[in-house]
């Protein structure tokens, strides 16, 4: 699929004849706003308040078409606060959905959902912008061939390879190494592939987002000197943001990395964190729009949303999207409708293990855990795949025997089982690695 991308200036286009409506109520952050008869703006367009507030204070509050509630009304959903706004308030029908700025110059940067940096770094340097909906590529457009995405990770490419171009759930709490793994995998993809990478930091909490950021620039994945020579483009709607802003912020993250893909021709990363929280998002949208709930009160569209994000993240014959996604499973239900939607569309997982990181070894990937539909002898080859299934085998059976030895110890097992421990701990040692990205806390090259 091609993207044809405008030049104006970030966020919304502008049109020579203002079609403009009226605030007629606000609920929260839902406005329904009415238009003159036959000026009806169309689902997902893009809707601009500016006024001034009861004391003087500027508003520009964007908005995004929802529904068409009849008699000339319209409702949307706003992305951001809607405190000062009024009845009667002017809005002005942009004519397009959000649009964001795309390209080289989004590398480096933090974006909020309208595609405005919030770095305080200036203005992006960029005319290019890019809708943030779109269909998915054609299947005339797919590169059907199934080829492994090498992470430079021992223990991923050996016991859970990625797919080029496929989706990829990573499940772990915190504090076991989730955020120096994604650093990792940013500055792998940039040396190995000369590819870029995506992050869309989606309703987790603002201070973990300007963690990932000073980790960033401490580990030179975001080059201060130099913003050009950065790997990736952040793009941040975090707790504190209105449902709209949250729902939509994974939508300009994956714009984004389109762009790199369709028309750069690159080996993109796309990092979602967390893909749950999109779903939760929705879910309040679908309320406040006055939906019916569906099962365990989540949204009736939940398949349709997870289906129209995730449907876009595939290869083309261009390049490919490669997605990772920090999953939140809630109250370690995987039947919950939300985790169980999301993994109908994974093609791995990677688990990492609190066990290993308390034994120091990092990366903490759990290699039973974690799983892959890549791992089939017609793919990596028969030697691989045999020499990987011997090693689950091993890993397992010293699994098993560890309640054993923390009661009676490693003298009372047989030869055959102490010899097992000895590779199992061996292998164990052999999948941990020292990062690049480490290298400025831990001093190992």
Do not use: W
């Amino acid at each position: 699929m091609r993207i044809n991308p405008t030049t104006s200036g970030p966020g919304v286009s502008t049109l020579e004849e203002k079609n403009l409506g009226r605030i007629a109520q606000i609920i929260g952050p839902v406005l329904d706003v009415a238009f003159p008869p036959g000026k009806m703006p169309n689902i997902y367009n893009a809707l601009v308040v500016k006024g001034r507030d009861t004391v003087g204070q500027p508003i520009n509050v964007t908005c995004e078409v929802q529904q068409l509630l009849g008699n000339n009304r319209v409702r949307a959903v706003a992305m951001s606060a809607t405190d000062g706004l009024m009845r009667g308030m002017e809005v002005i029908d942009t004519g397009a959905p959000l649009s964001v700025p795309v390209g080289g110059a989004t590398l480096g940067r933090i974006f909020n959902v309208l595609g405005e940096p919030v770095d305080n770094l200036g203005p992006v340097d960029t005319r290019t912008t890019s809708p943030i909906h779109r269909s998915a590529p054609a299947f005339i457009q797919l590169d059907t061939k199934l080829s492994i995405f090498e992470t430079g990770i021992k223990v991923v490419d050996l016991l859970a390879p990625y797919r080029r171009g496929g989706k990829i759930g990573l499940f772990g709490g915190a504090g076991v190494g989730k955020t120096v793994l994604i650093m990792e995998l940013i500055n792998n993809i940039a040396k190995a592939h000369g590819g870029v990478s995506v992050f869309g930091g989606v309703g987790e909490r603002t201070r973990e987002g300007n963690d990932l950021y000073m980790e960033m620039k401490e580990s030179g994945v975001i080059n201060e000197q130099n913003i050009a020579e950065s790997k990736v483009a952040l793009v941040y709607g975090q707790m504190n943001e209105p449902p709209g802003a949250r729902m939509r912020v994974g939508l300009t993250a994956l714009t984004m990395a389109e762009y790199f893909r369709d028309v750069n021709e690159q080996d993109v990363l796309l990092f979602i964190d967390n893909i749950f929280r999109f779903v939760q998002a929705g879910s309040e949208v679908s309320a406040l729009l006055g939906r019916m709930p569906s099962a365990v009160g989540y949204q009736p569209t939940l398949s349709t949303e997870m289906g129209s994000l995730q449907e876009r993240i595939t290869s083309t014959k261009e390049g490919s999207i490669t997605s990772i996604q920090a999953v939140y499973v809630p109250a370690d239900d995987l039947t919950d409708p939300a985790p169980a939607t999301t993994f109908a569309h994974l093609d791995a997982t990677t688990v990492l293990s609190r066990g290993l990181a308390a034994k120091g070894i990092y990366p903490a990937v759990d290699p039973l855990d974690s799983t892959s539909t890549m791992l089939q002898p017609r793919i990596v080859g028969e030697e691989h795949y045999e020499i990987a299934q011997r090693v689950k085998q091993t890993l397992q059976r010293y699994k098993e025997l560890q309640d054993i030895i923390a009661i009676l110890g490693l003298d009372e097992l047989s030869e055959e089982d102490r010899l097992t421990v000895a590779r199992a701990r061996k292998i164990e040692r052999f999948l941990s690695q020292p990062f690049f990205v480490a290298e400025v806390f831990t001093g190992s090259p």
